[in-house]
T-cell receptor, first 114, second 114 residues
Framework: KAGVTQTPRYLIKTRGQQVTLSCSPI?????VSWYQQTPGQGLQFLFE???????NKGNFPGRFSGRQFSNSRSEMNVSTLELGDSALYLC?????????????FGPGTRLTVL | AQTVTQSQPEMSVQEAETVTLSCTYD???????LFWYKQPPSRQMILVIR??????QNATENRFSVNFQKAAKSFSLKISDSQLGDAAMYFC???????????FGTGTRLTVIP
């Protein structure tokens, strides 16, 4: 079974631009969570989608948004990029959100904002 | 709010020896899960072991075991017979039951000395 895939793997943008990152979950998984990893703030939860609905949201500004499609693929968008948005963005998929379902992580997208 | 604390930024261990990584957490919830994740230089986050809060028995996975002290809110990871491939960042994480919203500690970088 293929793992979680994220595209692109690396991205360079300039301040003020917007960016869209994509995450394809493991086949059959319906939940996708997004995390931001930076040296200063560590790993922080962005949001979680399940069956095309956002169920949980972390403490990030409205510039960070996401969506999930009917095939469970998810995208996250960051508008008006700031230098501090430079980070590794990880997505994780799981079968569902009930009780325990292991989250499987993708390799991440490394975003650099210049 | 849930918090996860890892007080050891770096640890080292001789190959074949045993090492223990510490983690404490704070929550007012009674149902939750605790995890140890490994992040090697490739940045792929890998689940090492998990513990359900309602289980008194400590989880074990081959050379990895935990010491879960619910009252003390402590969750340490013991790695026995350390191998070179164990070198990585180790993150302790908390998830409220069914939330799919992981709270991570700041990580412990483990070095394995040949």
């Amino acid at each position: 079974k293929a793992g979680v895939t994220q595209t692109p793997r690396y991205l360079i943008k300039t301040r003020g631009q917007q960016v869209t990152l994509s995450c394809s979950p493991i086949s059959g998984h319906r939940s996708v969570s997004w995390y931001q990893q930076t040296p200063g703030q560590g790993l922080q939860f962005l949001f979680e989608y399940f069956s095309e609905t956002q169920r949980n949201k972390g403490n990030f500004p409205g510039r960070f948004s996401g969506r999930q499609f009917s095939n469970s693929r998810s995208e996250m968008n960051v508008s008006t990029l700031e230098l501090g948005d430079s980070a590794l963005y990880l997505c994780a998929s799981s079968f569902s959100g009930s009780l325990y379902n292991e989250q499987f992580f993708g390799p991440g997208t490394r975003l650099t904002v210049l | 709010a849930q918090t996860v604390t890892q007080s050891q930024p770096e640890m080292s261990v001789q190959e074949a020896e045993t090492v223990t990584l510490s983690c404490t957490y704070d929550t007012s919830e009674s149902d939750y899960y605790l995890f140890w994740y490994k992040q090697p230089p490739s940045r792929q986050m890998i689940l090492v072991i998990r513990q359900e809060a309602y289980k008194q028995q400590n989880a074990t996975e081959n050379r990895f075991s935990v010491n879960f002290q619910k009252a003390a809110k402590s969750f340490s990871l013991k790695i026995s017979d350390s191998q070179l491939g164990d070198a990585a960042m180790y993150f302790c994480a908390y998830d409220q039951t069914g939330a799919n919203n992981l709270f991570f500690g700041t990580g412990t970088r483990l070095t394995v000395i040949p």
